[in-house]
């Protein structure tokens, strides 16, 4: 597969997210995730799959949802307002267990904000931005390779567990492009979605004890309710306390069930470190940069980056960060990471915020200053 | 009735939420009656509702029902269509979800045309939220948002749809039953977006409030102003005065169908991919 292109962020994530047999796309315009609409608008009918380019982001939600009803996987792709328009249709996929994957190439906000500008302001919202409690899986790329690879294995994961996924990218990486080489383990692998089980009855929500319900694809001869009211495992709605306990209880703790299947973080240098920087998306860049340079100087940092940011990856924080000098948390936004970082080290490590709000990414030589200040 | 609601509806998930006297049971019954005389397979449906009073319809037809988010049910609809052709696709909304938070949803499926029926009840009121004036609503009515008489305009959802480029556009109430199963089947029979809008009765958020005494009442009242859209025709202007049309309003087959433009689309990207 040692094959090499040239590819921005936004291109790979397209070609990800067909990797993995998406064929459904339904988008609004908007900067600095466009390209992503313009690549499916392409690519998607020579494959006999469908574009469509909606009325707003609301509709965009909606209709990929209706979509992945009929068992198509279905991709959304905004930015900014477009995200925040959003998150009530994320709200709905999260409780209906509709898989559906939402590319979110962050742009410095809030409101209109700088459109051409990158920015990591959606870290919190990506994981709380829909009212009630919600799950949802956040992966975080930071290079194109990796967006390909990780649009592939968001499509895959949102499947397995019926849950909405979002691939949080950032303008710097969805508009650079880069040489990618993609090798044996960049292969995105095509799955299914687990259907009811032939001869036994079928119940659309399920207790099932790995926590993920069998789905049936409308128009397979299961003829089911699916709702955003709250729900017992028949579908329908229920004010029952202890039905809607169990249901709210099963759907927000699924995703513990398989944390080590949905986790995914990137360790560098990061065990003989005294400085340990904790980044992700572009800005990981900017700090594997940082550690590069402060090594070859002999200076003992590292850097741990959560690929996959939400669920959060506490346990890994929280060993890596054991014994050391000091924790930086570089981030382009006014701190929200950081609040995740402190949760997991508990006191035990001081923690450094370093932080951009001018749309500028943070370079590797802040890092680096700060880095050496602290050592 | 006979048996067809046995045979259409979830009679498990009896007695439904509507209030005695409510209309949206008329329009449940007029539309199983309409899938019946279509003879449609049940599995081959896809029933697709918003929020509202009228939403609660998905949960109580034996079809593949998704009850959707307030004003977004075309949306949805249009990613099941899409994604699976071959479904009978119908959208139940109601005024408000329909025409106020919807409402861009509904003039961009209208202009599309895409293969579905979309069947609009329009009682005039936010009935489960307690009564509140919508955009259909008339002018010096009451409403617990309106307690000194509503001043808005209101829309006609009919010329509305019309003007938006729905291919089958038709209007029924809750009291001409029959016409209203007529007007569904026709609707679905029709290859492009068609629009039923169903004049209904809230007796309990809208006439109590708009002196009706009783929802029979307000049947009579759509019995005398609803107008065969024939008659209406001859009629001088000045008696339609308060008065609505009824039966099929439009249609237009020359508008080509969303889909089958769309083949069009996957044809030239395949030449493209060849060359």
């Known amino acids: 597969m040692a094959e090499a292109k040239l590819l921005s962020g936004n291109d790979a994530c397209v070609q990800g997210a067909l990797a993995a047999g998406v064929r459904f796309f ?17 690519e998607l009918p020579r494959r006999g799959g469908i574009f469509m380019q909606m009325e707003d982001e609301i509709a965009s939600m909606g209709a990929i949802i209706g979509a992945s009803c009929t068992g198509t996987k279905a991709v959304t792709a905004t930015s900014g307002p477009g995200f925040s328009l959003m998150q009530e249709n994320i709200g709905y996929a999260a409780i209906a267990e509709i898989p559906c994957v939402i590319i979110n190439v962050m742009r410095y906000g809030p409101s209109t904000g700088l459109p051409t500008s990158p920015s990591q302001g959606d870290f919190m919202q ?41 691939v949080l990218m950032d303008e710097i990486l969805g508009h650079l492009r880069e040489r990618v080489e993609f090798r044996d383990e960049d292969l995105v692998q095509e799955i299914s979605r687990k259907g009811p089980e032939p001869g036994r009855p079928f119940l659309p929500y399920e207790n099932t004890e790995d926590g993920v319900p069998p789905f049936a694809d409308f128009g397979t001869g299961y003829r089911y309710h699916i709702t955003g009211l709250i729900h017992d495992e028949t579908g329908f709605p229920t004010n029952n306390p202890v039905e809607v306990d169990t ?12 944390r080590q299947d949905i986790e995914r973080t990137q360790f560098v240098d990061a065990d ?53 000098k000091a924790i930086i948390v570089p981030e382009m936004n006014l701190g929200q990471m950081i609040g995740e970082v402190e949760r997991a080290v508990a006191g035990t490590v001081p923690v450094h915020a370093l932080n951009r709000i001018d749309g500028l990414l943070i370079t590797p030589h802040e890092i680096r200053d700060l880095v050496e200040d602290l050592l | 009735m006979g048996k067809i609601h046995e045979k259409y509806l979830r009679m498990d998930k009896m007695p439904h939420i509507w209030c005695a006297g409510c209309g949206n049971g008329i329009i449940m019954g007029a539309f199983i009656n309409a899938i019946d005389r279509l003879g449609y397979d049940k599995d081959e449906v896809a029933a697709v509702s918003g929020i509202g009073c009228s939403g609660r319809i998905t949960g109580y037809m034996d079809f593949n029902t998704i009850h959707t988010t307030h004003g977004r049910a075309l949306a949805f609809a249009t990613g099941i269509k899409l994604a699976k052709p071959r479904l009978k696709v119908f959208v139940f909304m109601g005024d408000g979800d329909a025409v106020a938070i919807g409402g861009n949803h509904l003039i961009h499926a209208c202009r599309r045309n895409l293969d579905m029926t979309a069947v609009i009840f329009n009682n005039h009121i936010y009935g489960m939220t307690g009564g509140q004036f919508s955009p259909t609503t008339f ?76 929802p029979a009442q307000m049947l009579l009242w759509q019995k005398e102003h609803g107008v065969a859209a024939r008659k209406a025709k001859t009629m001088p202007l000045e008696d339609m005065e308060g008065k609505f049309t009824i039966g099929e309003l439009y249609r237009s087959t020359e508008i080509p169908e969303y889909l089958e433009e769309y083949g069009r689309v996957i044809q030239a990207a395949n030449e493209e991919k060849k060359q």
């Open chain 1, 126 to 166: 990506s994981r709380w931005g829909s009212h009630g409690d919600r799950p949802v899986i956040v992966i975080a790329p930071y290079t194109a390779r990796e967006a390909y690879r990780e649009t592939g294995r968001a499509v895959n994961l949102s499947e397995t567990y019926r849950v909405p996924v979002i």
């Open chain 2, 139 to 214: 002018k010096n009515k009451n409403a617990t948002t309106a307690p000194y008489g509503t001043t808005d305009p209101d829309f006609d959802i009919a010329q509305l749809c019309i003007g938006a480029g729905a291919t089958y556009v038709a209007r029924g109430t809750s009291y001409h039953a029959r016409l209203l199963t007529d007007l569904i089947v026709k609707g679905a029979e029709h290859p492009g977006f068609s629009i039923i809008e169903v004049i209904t009765h809230c007796p309990v958020n809208f006439g109590r409030r708009n002196n009706f005494e009783s």
């Open chain 1, 272 to 324: 003989d470190a005294e400085i340990l920087i904790v980044a992700f998306g572009s800005v990981a860049r900017s700090a594997h940069e940082a550690v590069r340079t402060l090594r070859n100087e002999g200076k003992a940092v590292g850097m741990v980056r959560p690929i996959t940011v939400w669920p959060f990856p506490e346990d890994d924080i929280r060993t890596a960060a054991a014994g050391k």
């Open chain 1, 26 to 42: 339904a988008g609004y315009p908007i900067t600095p995730s466009t390209e992503i609409a313009n690549a499916f608008a392409r």
């Open chain 1, 247 to 258: 249901t709210m209880r099963r759907v927000n703790g699924k995703l513990e069930l398989h």
